[in-house]
T-cell receptor
Framework: AQSVSQHNHHVILSEAASLELGCNYS??????LFWYVQYPGQHLQLLLK??????LVKGIKGFEAEFIKSKFSFNLRKPSVQWSDTAEYFC????????????FGKGTKLSVIP | EAQVTQNPRYLITVTGKKLTVTCSQN?????MSWYRQDPGLGLRQIYY???????DKGDVPEGYKVSRKEKRNFPLILESPSPNQTSLYFC????????????FGQGTRLTVV
């Protein structure tokens, strides 16, 4: 079964700092990759997704992610964070095998200090 | 508007009292699933359904039941809730194929005392 690892449990940044959240997955075949964001008390929102093509994917709110197949990675980046980016971020992967299950990482909590 | 609707949003219940959390989608999706979210553990899949009358266990199915009698509905049933089922629950739906995204409901916060 596939698994997803998010390297950081809690990241604290000052406003305007750059952000990179790591995500690695453990499946060697075709994958769909996603980053979701969950603001405090709210449901999951899709930030961006990768299905195929250009490995650099741009999402909403200035976020982007890069798919590096050789490293099984899909790291999330933002050049300059804002206080409103304070949230929990989840990486998820779906494979073409079996049940098309969406497997999530354990999440990274981002706190942005004004 | 495409959406996944869960009810109730908040529920406090007592140990052993059967409950059902409903989930409905209006996108004619074949694939529906339930997740529970716990601090430090992310989202873990409880059950999924690939079509009407087809359901299967996810990673943490113990203590839960589901049914899929109609395409749009996928209720989650807790026959005898216990305090370790206190969690935030999400329902999701998708077309079930690769290269599609999943749509999530607003979540149900369940507390079992």
């Amino acid at each position: 079964a596939q698994s997803v690892s998010q390297h950081n449990h809690h990241v604290i940044l000052s406003e305007a700092a750059s952000l990179e959240l790591g995500c690695n997955y453990s499946y060697g075949g075709t994958v769909n990759l996603f980053w979701y964001v969950q603001y405090p008390g709210q449901h999951l929102q899709l930030l961006l997704k990768y299905f195929s093509g250009d490995p650099l994917v741009k999402g909403i709110k200035g976020f982007e992610a890069e798919f590096i197949k050789s490293k099984f990675s899909f790291n999330l980046r933002k050049p300059s964070v804002q206080w409103s980016d304070t949230a929990e971020y989840f990486c998820a992967v779906r494979t073409g095998a079996g049940s098309y299950q969406l497997t999530f990482g354990k999440g990274t909590k981002l706190s942005v200090i004004p | 508007e495409a959406q996944v609707t869960q009810n109730p949003r908040y529920l406090i219940t007592v140990t052993g009292k059967k409950l059902t959390v409903t989930c409905s989608q209006n996108m004619n999706h074949e694939y529906m699933s339930w997740y529970r979210q716990d601090p430090g553990l992310g989202l873990r899949q409880i059950y999924y359904s690939m079509n009407v009358e087809v359901t299967d266990k996810g990673d943490v199915p113990e203590g839960y039941k589901v049914s899929r009698k109609e395409k749009r509905n996928f209720p989650l049933i807790l026959e005898s809730p216990s305090p370790n089922q206190t969690s935030l629950y999400f329902c999701a739906s998708s077309s079930g194929a690769l290269n599609t995204e999943a749509f999530f409901g607003q979540g149900t916060r369940l507390t079992v005392v």
